[in-house]
Structure formats: C-alpha cells, structure tokens
C-alpha cells in the first residue's frame, strides 16, 4: 500500500476559504503541510505558501525533478517569486473546483497575487502543454518581487546549460529540456540560473512560463514563444477545465467542497495517457523525521487505484474506472501470471529501487529512493480487488468480452491457488511473509466476483471448484482469523494482534456491516490502535527500522464502519478528526504525528483523500 516527512497542519474551513499565513523564521526545510499541489494528469509539482516552486516532475509525475528543494535545499533547484519585504504576509487558495492556486502576498507598501497552475486543455491527453505558469496581478499599490529560476535536472545531478533563445531563455541538460518565457525581465545569474527584481504595481500583470521541450527539438531552434494574450487564455482555460470536470460530481450536502477537492487531486494523480493513477506525487518524504521509512510513491498500485475509482465513481467520476481496468490488462500482458501488485505509470514493469546518497533528502531523511522494491511482493489482495472492479463496472452496464473474461479467470484462478500461502499484505511487510486475514479475505472475494460474473454473463467457468474454494477460504478464515475468546477478528492466521485493514472487511461482503463480530472488532481496533482520536496501522513488528504516525486513511475507515453500523455520532467524530489533519487548502499526507501536530509521508496521498470521500459519502448515505 502505498509511507512519508513532516509538516505543520492547519485546518481547512468548511467554506473553502483559507487562514492567513504569516511564515515563521526560515529554516532548512518547509513543513511538508506548507505546500500546495499542481497536477495536469501528467506532472506534478508543490508550491510553498512562500511562493516557491520546490518539486516539479515534468514531462511525467514520475520522471526527474526540475525543481527538487523537497529533497536537497542546496542542489534541488526551484522556481520562487517573493517580495523584498520580509514583513511579507500570505494568504491562499484553490480557485472553486480547480487546481489553480491563488497566494497573495501583502507587505507595507502594496499587495500582489500569484496565480500558479499546470496549464489544462481540451484534448490534452495526447496534446498536453507540458507547462508551469505563474502569473503575478498587482491589487494594491506596489511590491517589489524577486523571481529566481534555478533549474537543476535530474534530482539535483544536473545543472543544465541556460541559454538565450530570441524572446525565450532554454535550459538544457541530458535528455530534459525547459523554455522559459513571458514577460518577467529575466537576466543570467551565474552559468545555471535565471534571476529578476521587478516592481509590480496595482493594475500590471506579468507571466512566467516553464515548458517541457524535449533537448533535441530545442538544439539550434530558436523559440516562438506564445505571446501574454496566450498565456492569459490558458490560465483561464485551465480553470474552465477544472471546473467542467468537477461539475459533473454528485453532490453530497456540507462536507461539498472538502470532496471536490479530493477528487481533484486523484484526477491529478492519474496519468492521462494511459489510465494509472499514482498513489502520490512524491517520492522519500519520511514517514518520521530522519528517515529511513522514505518510499517512493509515484507509481500506479493496483490496489489504491481500484479503491480511487470506487471513490471517484460514488461521487459520479466512472469514465476513470475502464481506462485503469485497460491499463492493468494492458500491463500484465493479459495474464494473470504476469500481473504485478504495481507499475510505472506507463505500465512499466521494473521499478528497480535505487538509493541517491549523495541528496541530502528531506530534513536529512535518508537514504532517497527512486523506483520500489515492493513491486515484485506478492500482495494477493489484488485478485479481489481487480474482480471487484470488473464487477462493479459489470454493473454499471459494462459486461466483460470474451478476452476480458479470459483474463478474469486467470485472475480467479490465481486467487485460488494462492490463498493458502502467505503474502506480504496490504501493507507491503518487508519482513516474513504472513497468513493475513484480509489478504485471505480479498482471495474469497475473487471467487465470489468471479462466480457473480458467471452466473450472470454466461461464460464457460469452473463453477463447482470455485464454489468449494470459496467455501474453504470462509471456513479458514473464521476458525484462523477470529478470536472466538475476544470475538473479533484478528490481523493473521492464529495470532490475537489486530490491524486496521480489518475495518474494511464488511465492504467486501465477506460480512455485514452490522455482524456483532465486525460491531465487536471495530470496538477492538479502537481500544489497541486509536491515539487521540487517529489509528496507527498496526503495532506488530514490520520488519523495518523506525516508527510512523497515525495513518489517517485508517481513521476515514474507521468513520465509514461506524456511519455504517448506524454509530452516526462516533462517525462524525472519526471523521471531522482525521479531516483536521488537512493542511490550510485541503490537502492529506499520508500519516500524521500526534505529538507535534504535523503531516508525515508522500503528499498529496492518493489513499488518504480517496479514503476521505468514501468516509464522507457514509455519513450522507449510511444506508
């Protein structure tokens, strides 16, 4: 499952509206909640509340930063537009239904706002920008601003050749390449940087354009930048994008805007080109401060990414679904014996994990990691996963061809076979391999999928062995997984320990939302894993050095059991408390440090904010 480094958090308001910021004494590092997210459904990046470009990944999420200060403050490169005035104050905010973010900065003399986005368009699957613009309005009398562009390619490795291009400034190294223009008077500083002090007044608006152009195209080419006309018209065509995408969701009473938020981040984390949908848009940010929980998440988990189109789809978001049911089929060839529980967001299949020791890694949380090793675990949760999604999408009109039965069999096949070993589950255990109940569970729910689909399509299966499969797999489960003493179930085969994974059994329909023995387990896993109103994963062993916070996901499961066991008051409680862990604009890491208040992990979490919808659609619709 795709864990994460720290940060400040402060809550979001209901009305969408944000909290003046007012930054402290500059340190290393910025608190991981001090960021905000910009996503094309291609790249990513984070922007400080300061107005510094710290992390962008172009012309993909996972590709090589070109901005990367997140994981190196001295090499990583960034792009910041700040007043002089150190008296500066800051406020900001996602436009309505969009990921346009709006800072504005105040200091004595005038007031400016930054309009920051990744450029959106029709058709921009196939035909993407590619493009980082930030646009700078004067409000108020005058600011004098500082605009550094400090490209370092690659992680940091390399500073690349910036060179003039007629109207435009290109930046060249490797295989990357970045024009930079519009109208911000930009002049060299030094060999690798880009610098300029301009003075913006009430009225005056200037544009700031990085795109992605690959080297080759750019050697011995000039430029033909688009004009401050263009610019502005894909500034307003990246909101209308959004907002015509966020329109089309359902709508679910108070918690609206919080929802939309979270789904547009998910659609951000989905790589347009091929269906994947990244579980963060980070890599190495720890999971405690110093390391070395550091993961890389920018890579398509089948498992987050079926329960993101769960989510997406209860607020009416189902176009996704069949692009990621392809893209999976695509990448595990068509076979079940191919399938991985991950993949690049191309579909990629080695992910080899690599360690960059020469980065100095988030607040010197070491080592940094490119690529996963957990892609070649077995996790056999994902044979339930897949055939829950086909028979979700089987309901929705959507019946499985003959290739796609084929493989769906395959998967069941699979998931029958495999059940009685152990696996490493869903929470990627990197010590022995276990007898996990809900890995066994999710086996259960294959065949129960897979004899739905059958009976109800009509194609050829072996359903008297599934059948008795399916059976043993129920029985195992309630002699080895339930502690008949306490009357719960329990994290493995014969051992009393329990896991927050065992909250989201009755959504399987391995049992009922209101069985007694899920009512008594919900009740279980409160009492040994809840800490001030948020749950830890687990307290077993994991096979790995250091702690983690609260993993916020775990609590937006607990609210959804609870709304659905008719507990309405407990689950709004659960819910408003792992809703407080947002940062100023909405945003959920993955874990949450109790003690100090901060976020910890990859961010924005795929998983948290996909949790944080299904929670939300319970409590409006408990039934």
Not at 6 to 35: K, M, N, Q, W
Not at 181 to 209: I, T
């Amino acid at each position: 499952m795709a864990g994460s480094g720290a940060a400040t958090s402060r809550p979001a308001t209901s009305s969408g509206a944000v909290p003046s910021l007012v930054p402290g004494a500059p340190g290393r590092y910025r608190p991981i909640g001090d960021y905000a997210f910009l996503g094309d459904c291609h790249s990513g990046a984070l922007v400080s509340s300061a107005g510094s470009v710290d992390w962008l990944c172009l012309p993909r999420l996972d590709d090589g930063s070109y901005f990367g200060r997140l994981l190196d403050r001295d090499r990583g490169g960034w792009c910041a537009i700040t007043p002089a005035d150190p008296g500066v104050r800051t406020s900001r905010r996602y436009l309505d239904g969009t990921l346009v973010l709006e800072t504005e900065m105040a200091v004595a003399g005038g007031r400016v706002r930054v309009s920051d986005c990744l450029t959106m368009r029709p058709g921009g699957a196939r035909r993407p920008y590619r493009q980082l613009l930030r646009v700078v309005d004067g409000l108020e009398g005058a600011v004098d601003l500082r605009v550094e562009v400090v490209p370092r390619f690659d992680y940091g490795q390399v500073r690349p050749w910036v060179r003039r291009a007629g109207r435009a400034w290109q930046a060249l190294g490797g295989d990357d390449g970045l024009v930079i223009e519009g109208d911000v008077p930009l002049v060299p500083s030094g060999l690798h940087d880009l610098v300029a002090e301009v003075r913006v007044a009430a009225g005056q608006r200037l544009r700031l354009s990085l795109r992605h152009v690959r080297p080759e195209v750019l050697d011995g080419s000039g430029s033909r930048p688009p004009g401050p006309a263009e610019l502005d018209r894909r500034l307003e065509q990246t909101v209308a994008w959004w907002r015509g995408w966020s329109a089309r969701g359902a709508r679910l009473g108070p918690d609206q805007a919080a929802l939309v938020r979270s789904a547009t981040v998910l659609k951000a984390l989905t790589q347009a080109t091929t269906g994947a949908i990244a579980a963060a848009a980070t890599t190495s940010l720890p999971e405690a401060p110093g390391g070395p929980r550091n993961w890389d998440y920018r890579a398509s988990w089948v498992r987050d990414s079926v329960f993101a189109l769960r989510s997406l789809a209860e607020l009416g978001y189902t176009a996704e679904a069949d692009g990621f049911r392809r893209f999976v089929q695509r990448s595990a060839a068509g076979s079940a014996q191919e399938l991985q529980i991950m993949y690049g967001l191309g579909g990629e299949r080695r992910l080899k994990e690599q360690t960059f020791d020469d980065l100095e890694g988030y607040g010197g949380a070491r080592p940094v990691r490119i690529g996963n090793a957990a892609a070649r675990q077995h996790q056999h949760d994902v044979y339930g996963e897949l055939l829950d999604l086909a028979w979700d999408w089987h309901q929705r009109g959507k019946t499985p061809d003959a290739d796609d039965w084929r493989f769906l069999v395959e998967l069941v096949n699979e998931a029958a076979k495999r059940w009685t070993t152990p696996d490493r589950g869903i929470w990627e255990l990197r010590g022995p391999p276990r007898h996990l109940v809900h890995s066994k569970v999710m086996c259960w729910v294959a065949l129960d999928r897979g004899l739905r689909l059958a009976a109800d399509v009509g194609f050829p299966a072996p359903v008297g062995r599934w059948r008795s499969t399916r059976a043993a797999i129920r029985a195992a489960v309630e002699r080895h997984g339930y502690d008949p003493g306490r009357g719960v179930f329990t994290q493995t085969f014969d051992r009393p320990e329990l896991d927050a994974a065992l909250l989201l059994l009755p959504s399987t329909g391995f049992v009922t939302w209101d069985d007694q023995r899920m009512r008594r387990t919900v009740d279980a896993v409160r009492r040994d894993l809840e800490e001030d109103g948020l749950l830890l994963r687990y307290r077993t062993p994991d096979g790995l050095e250091g702690s983690e916070g609260a993993f916020v996901a775990c609590t937006f499961w607990l609210a959804e059991c609870l709304a659905r066991q008719g507990r309405a008051t407990q689950a709004r409680a659960a819910f408003t408390r792992a809703s407080a862990t947002a940062n100023d604009v909405g945003l959920f890491a993955e874990e949450f440090d109790q003690a100090t208040g901060t976020l910890l992990g990859n961010f924005p979490q795929a998983l948290t904010h996909l949790s944080h919808i299904a929670a939300a659609v319970a409590l409006e619709q408990p039934g």
